[in-house]
């Protein structure tokens, strides 16, 4: 049974930082692409960021672009995303997603296995 399980969400000011982390079960993980994605109550859910599975092709949305740090660690089947300057827009639940035949990787259609999410709430 294929399992991601977000952490490191939570209420943090304007300005702060936070580090999420995906940590997948039940695949091998170092085959697969792993994203991040975002939604917001009545909005589409969007792409944040992606690393490929040998880290060697990293995106981000142009919202997040430096500011944000996506890296993986394949002995703890984890991929993080350290944000920083945090804004109150950044608010959201953030999903992570693991694909195994991506080419394009933004794309959500890329991604066959969804966690439950996590909660980032800034304050202004």
């Known amino acids: 049974q294929v399992q991601l399980v977000e952490s490191g969400g939570g209420l943090v000011e304007t300005g702060g930082s936070l580090t999420l982390s995906c940590v997948v079960s039940?695949?091998?993980?170092?085959?697969?692409?792993v994203a991040w994605f975002r939604q917001v109550p009545g909005n589409e859910r969007e792409f944040v960021a992606v690393i490929n599975w040998n880290g060697r092709r990293i995106y981000y949305a142009d919202s997040v672009t430096g500011r944000s740090t996506i890296s993986r660690d394949n002995a703890k089947n984890t991929v993080y995303l350290k944000m920083n300057s945090l804004k109150p827009e950044d608010t959201a639940v953030y999903y992570c997603?693991?694909?195994?035949?991506?080419?394009?990787?933004?794309?959500?259609?890329?991604?066959?296995?969804w966690g439950q999410g996590t909660q980032v709430t800034v304050s202004s």
């Open positions: 997603a693991a694909g195994q035949w991506g080419t394009e990787l933004r794309p959500q259609k890329e991604y066959d296995y």
């Open positions: 039940g695949l091998t993980f170092s085959f697969y692409n």
